[in-house]
Structures are given as structure tokens and as C-alpha cells.
């Protein structure tokens, strides 16, 4: 059972709202707003050396790349990469999406590189985009129908910029979205928490990073 990291957040009448509106159970009452599906495909939202940083504080790690998020990053890296190469095991295609940024003239900069501890295997591909959403201005859409894919699993950053965007469009596409907890990550914590717990009640399966492999396990065998 999942524990949820944004309950420290919420007040008692907080929570029963939640309860009394049923988002506890079924997510939100206007449309199918959690699922798991059968056949996900992962997404890893823009885990570049301009975001990650150098493996330190947060707070010397903005010295070198204003928007980088150092150990924050390098904390949830710990669980991207084994539950990355899990999904590969288990035979689930992964993609990648890089932020290319209007402020670089040369998409190639070292800068906007994927981080090596969750660089693309061989033959996996990555996504460019100029905007929050993945889905924004690029084929991420027709890889997925063209792939035959009902769900997708985020991973990456930051919570409420660019992977709650991601997730918003997947759901209003027509697929289920689901968010191992551990695996996602932002500058701010009470952004993090807020972003996870909105999607959680809206658009998408929060689940700690165990439930989510024994899901994939599950359909994939």
C-alpha cells in the first residue's frame, strides 16, 4: 500500500474532502481518471546535465547551472536507473525527451545532454521538445497509438512543470497515466508534493516504485 508523500501537507478537513468526494477511490467524478492499463511504454522527461547537476546541494549545485537541482536529482536517479533497466528487463519500451531550451543556439551543447547514469540503450528514442508537455509540437502521440500503447509510466522532472504537463496531455489522450512516486522529482518540495497529489486526485496512479514493477510484472509475463 502506497504511502503517500504530500499526507504531512493536508489538514483534517482536507482529508475529508478527499474522502467525502471520493478521489481516495476513484479520482476525479467527470472522466476515467486512473487506470493502469496493459501495455505502457515509460517516459523519461528531460533528465539533462543543465537540470541534474553535480551530485551536491541544491544550493551549490545552482552555482554551476541556474536550474539545476543536484542532490535532489541525483537522489531520485537512484531509483530511475534500476527501475529503468527492470523495465527493460521486463521488455517495456522506453523514450526520452530532451528540453532544448531558446536560450542555446546549438541543440548539441553539452548542457542538454541525457546524465549517463540514465542515458538511452541502444535504439531507444529521444524526443526534442521546446515546451512542458511532451505531447507539445512532437510525434510523441503517434508513437504511442502506432505502438499499440493503452498507459504510460513518467519518470524525471520536474514534478509540477513538465511531468505534470506530460501527464495532463496523456490523460486527455485517452491513456493511463502512472507516476512511481520515488522516481519523480522537483526544485521545490512543496511543489513536488502539491503537483503529485493534484495528479493523483485529477489524472494519474501515484505508487510507490515497487508497486509499479509488480504491475509491469504482471502484464508483461
Known sequence: M???IWKDLLTDRDEKVISAAGYDKEGASSWESRGMGERPMVLVIDMQRLVVGEEKPIL??????RTAMGEIAWDAIGHISPFLEFTRDSGVPVTYTRVVPSSYDDANHEDLDIVDPVAP???EPVIDKSYASAFYGTDL??????????SVIIVGNSTSG???ATAIDAQQNGFNVVLPQECVFDRI?????????DLWMK??????RGEVEAWVTGVTE
Open 2 to 4: 502506497t504511502t503517500h
Open 60 to 65: 551549490d549545485a545552482v552555482d554551476d547551472y
Open 121 to 123: 540503450a541502444d535504439g
Open 141 to 150: 502521440l503517434s508513437r504511442l497509438v502506432r505502438g499499440g500503447h493503452d
Open 162 to 164: 513538465c511531468v505534470r
Open 189 to 197: 518540495e512543496a511543489s513536488h508534493k502539491i503537483a503529485l497529489m
Open 203 to 208: 489524472y494519474a496512479e501515484v505508487l510507490n
